[in-house]
């Protein structure tokens, strides 16, 4: 059997290990299965997710962990991408494509430097050697970010990756925009659609599959967003778990379930617990 | 007769009027048909269109401006609106309110002070007092304001409102940003749909048509964006007319009159001329 597990909300919140969960993922794995950590976080590459895992007391190797940085790199290199990325991101994503030797532009503030006459007329400068944009989590995303990303994409030629599209990151008295809604934001001014990475597209994970590393029917996914996680599961054949810990909850599945929506039905997990850690009893 | 005309793309480009525009709305109002100015630009007040208008040679008063700055203002005013308005946009919106006394935030550039954590633990502070978020177009959209704006619609009480949905402006060698696309990001981390004031919907101009100022059956609106202009026609029950000096060409409404999707079918106009100044032989 093989178990793959969504991390923040699931494994972990923020720095905090959830009760319970390293010793499921480590007895599920002393017990002979195969596990995977599975995250859409595009900040961070598959080294700092290990060593993350590691000061937790994950028992983990880097081949186990499936991140949208990682699988969007992997993705470029597999199509033989030899020109330059324009990154609205983070380093995770600019180190693991510098991993695989493709070309990038800088990551960081860019910040509108006066009026839009100014702006259009004195600093607005495309790079020709420009073949992709990709989108990932940027804290710093502006408007120079997003008039360059719609202007690149103007060639129908320049490709238009999304590592994820989750929308967003509730946290106490404030909601933290997730890459989803910068995805929105370029996919409107471009017209076009973006070719999304992460959960729930099978895409992060195809590559597993096809060489046999996980077989579907024998998976089980185990997830807090079920829009992404359980949707993944259901998109490539996995057995499904929703926890309580993050996103979704059972009021959420239940008002699912009670819809005519086909789509709505495919968000349903097949096993519910509120946290992970409860199933250490059973194992 | 009314006549209903599109500022940007029919009657001038930028800075220039397009040639006969002139001519031909001073014609209309000459023969006794009322006409009105209607523009989705949200950086402009009644009053600097009107200044604008004058300087091009336009014959027009304060009356016949109709705006989206000054309709979200009218909106607000009309609903007894008391609270402040978290404003994502420029000051032809910020004007706009103060001239019917609604408090707002300041306009302008809000750039990301440093890492997500900086920021979210030591710069990120809501005020009590919002009641709304606006959203127009804003050459300073950054991170942090869709932060706020997040975070202030996470209270299902605080009016969500977007002057516009334009998705784009394409220049020659580059794609400048519209208001949709900031709009699509909000709508996204707040997880709630905007009440768009701006054309196509009625509600710019439904105190007209209610005050009987505009008889539907009797007004033209001429346009070149379909989806805002003509659809506005649609909603309306205006005649229309697409002109090919902007968005939309006549390519394009050949290939939705030639598609299935009764959606599409609205975006047809009733006459099409290539420039406005062509009517002028006619009159």
Chains 1, 2 share one sequence.
Request: include cysteine.
């Amino acid at each position: 059997m093989y178990v793959r597990a969504k991390c923040h909300g699931v494994l972990w919140v923020y720095g905090d290990v959830l009760p319970g969960a390293v010793e499921v993922m480590n007895r599920f794995k002393e017990m002979g299965k195969k596990i995977f950590f599975c995250t859409n976080n595009s900040t961070k590459t598959r080294k700092e997710l290990l060593v993350k895992s590691h000061n937790m007391g994950f028992n983990i190797t880097e081949e186990e962990v499936i991140s949208t940085a990682h699988s969007l790199a992997a993705y470029l290199k597999n199509r033989n991408f030899n020109k330059k990325v324009f990154v609205i991101g983070s380093e995770g994503i600019t180190k693991e494509l510098d991993a695989v030797g493709i070309d990038h532009t800088k990551v960081g503030p860019e910040h509108m430097p006066g009026s839009l006459q100014q702006y259009l007329s004195n600093h607005f400068k495309l790079d020709d050697n420009i073949g992709a944009v990709v989108v990932g989590f940027d804290e710093y995303f502006s408007f120079p970010k997003m008039t360059k990303a719609a202007s690149y994409l103007n060639n129908p030629e320049c490709l238009f990756i999304a590592t994820n599209t989750d929308e967003r990151f509730p946290m106490p008295n404030m909601v933290v925009p997730g890459t989803g809604s910068f995805v929105r934001a370029i996919e409107t001014c471009a017209e076009r659609k973006a070719t999304v990475i992460g959960k729930p597209n099978v895409a992060i994970c195809e590559h597993l599959i096809k060489d046999g590393t996980i077989v579907p029917e024998r998976t089980l996914m185990i997830g807090d967003r079920c829009n992404t996680d359980i949707l993944l599961g259901y998109n490539c054949g996995f057995q499904t778990m929703l926890v309580g810990t993050g996103i979704h909850q059972l009021n959420d599945v239940d008002s699912w379930k009670a819809s005519d929506d086909p789509e709505l039905h495919k968000l349903l997990p097949d096993v519910y617990l509120p946290k992970l850690g409860d199933l250490l009893p059973y194992m």
